[in-house]
């Protein structure tokens, strides 16, 4: 199958620093990318749809100057948290759609960790 | 709100069973469906893809779908303790630039 690649997998920052999270596809263009958020046994939350060439799309309740999303290319769309405070701590995933057969592949996620 | 529902479980089977996990949804133009599984601290990784009426058989995994009773199910035959984790059911309900719809997911714990 496709497949993600996200990096880094595990972060540990202090109370304020920004945080960068990187995600490619690595065997499709992937004009479209989503971003998620998944705390301790609770489901997967969709925080926002990242176009490329454009501005992204963030779900409701979702701080759009805390989570910036840049998609510069149709392989690698960015995910920086700025200035994180320890309830940023979560489970941040990465995934992009293949439109070849509309699947949709998971990065492996990035621990992040703001003490 | 359009939704895709599961049973949380936990769903409990004894090495070697059948597990059925169920998903319906609500949706009636979804028109491809999918199954994640996901590990503790892993992110999901995708294991079906079913998109006509029927079953879609890959090893120890079969896809159902009914379009109709607008139900899908995955079923694992001859389960195994590495099959213990969480099973997403997602729909999707357009093309690619629109994200897939999961539901919260069923906690399966296979006993050896």
């Known amino acids: 199958g496709a497949v993600v690649s996200q990096h880094p997998s595990r972060v540990i920052c202090k109370s304020g620093t920004s945080v960068k999270i990187e995600c490619r596809s690595l065997?499709?263009?992937?004009?479209?990318m989503f971003w998620y958020r998944q705390f301790p046994k609770q489901s997967l939350m969709l925080m926002a749809t990242?176009?490329?060439?454009?501005?992204?799309?963030?779900e409701q309740g979702v701080e759009k100057d805390k989570f910036l999303i840049n998609h510069a290319s149709l392989t690698l769309s960015t995910l920086t948290v700025t200035s994180a405070h320890p309830e940023d701590s979560s489970f941040y995933i990465c995934?992009?759609?293949?439109?070849?057969?509309?699947?949709?592949?998971f990065g492996s996620g990035t621990q992040l960790s703001v003490l | 709100q359009k939704e895709v529902e599961q049973n949380s479980g936990p769903l409990s089977v004894p090495e070697g069973a059948i597990a059925s996990l169920n998903c319906t949804y609500s949706?009636?133009?979804?028109?491809?469906f999918f199954w994640y599984r996901q590990y503790s601290g892993k992110s999901p990784e995708l294991i079906m893809s079913?998109?006509?009426?029927g079953d879609k058989e890959d090893g120890r995994f079969t896809a159902q779908l009914n379009k109709a009773s607008q139900y899908v199910s995955l079923l694992i035959r001859d389960s195994q303790p590495s099959d213990s984790a969480t099973y997403l059911c997602?729909?999707?309900?357009?093309?690619?630039?629109?994200?897939?719809?999961f539901g919260k997911g069923t906690r399966l714990s296979v006993i050896a």
């Open positions: 995934s992009a759609r293949d439109r070849r057969n509309e699947k949709l592949f």
């Open positions: 065997d499709f263009q992937a004009t479209t």
């Open positions: 990242s176009n490329e060439g454009s501005k992204a799309t963030y």
């Open positions: 949706d009636r133009v979804s028109q491809s």
């Open positions: 079913i998109y006509s009426n």
């Open positions: 997602a729909d999707a309900r357009g093309s690619g630039n629109t994200p897939l719809v």
